[in-house]
Nanobody, 124 residues
Framework: EVQLVESGGGLVQAGGSLRLSCAASGFTFDDYSIGWFRQAPGKEREGVSCISSDGSTYYADSVKGRFTISSDNAKNIVYLQMNSLKPEDTAVYYC??????????????????WGQGTQVTVSS
């Protein structure tokens, strides 16, 4: 059974940090690109970051310099380190998996698998 399970969300003050984890199982992790997306109430889902199966990383302009994506292939986990959090980062964060490498249009890919999401709330 394919699973993507997010964890690490919570409530943090502006300027604080959180590290999200996306634990994958049921598929060949090394063959997949993993993206992080978020959706705030009343807004469309947006791409946050992606780590391609070839190791390339991508970020939305809104999080560049503040968020870092990384992967532990031995554990089948992708992390999203989020620093200098802002109230506008408040959203449900989802990870998603897509077979093969992705490039700069990673946020438009049709991902094969999605997690259930984890809530991130940044207070001002």
């Amino acid at each position: 059974e394919v699973q993507l399970v997010e964890s690490g969300g919570g409530l943090v003050q502006a300027g604080g940090s959180l590290r999200l984890s996306c634990a994958a199982s049921g598929f060949t992790f090394d063959d997949y690109s993993i993206g992080w997306f978020r959706q705030a109430p009343g807004k469309e889902r947006e791409g946050v970051s992606c780590i391609s199966s070839d190791g390339s990383t991508y970020y939305a302009d809104s999080v560049k310099g503040r968020f870092t994506i990384s992967s532990d292939n031995a554990k089948n986990i992708v992390y999203l380190q989020m620093n200098s959090l802002k109230p506008e980062d408040t959203a449900v964060y989802y990870c998603a998996g897509d077979w093969g490498p992705l490039d700069s249009d990673w946020y438009e890919a049709e991902y094969d698998y999605w997690g259930q999401g984890t809530q991130v709330t940044v207070s001002s």
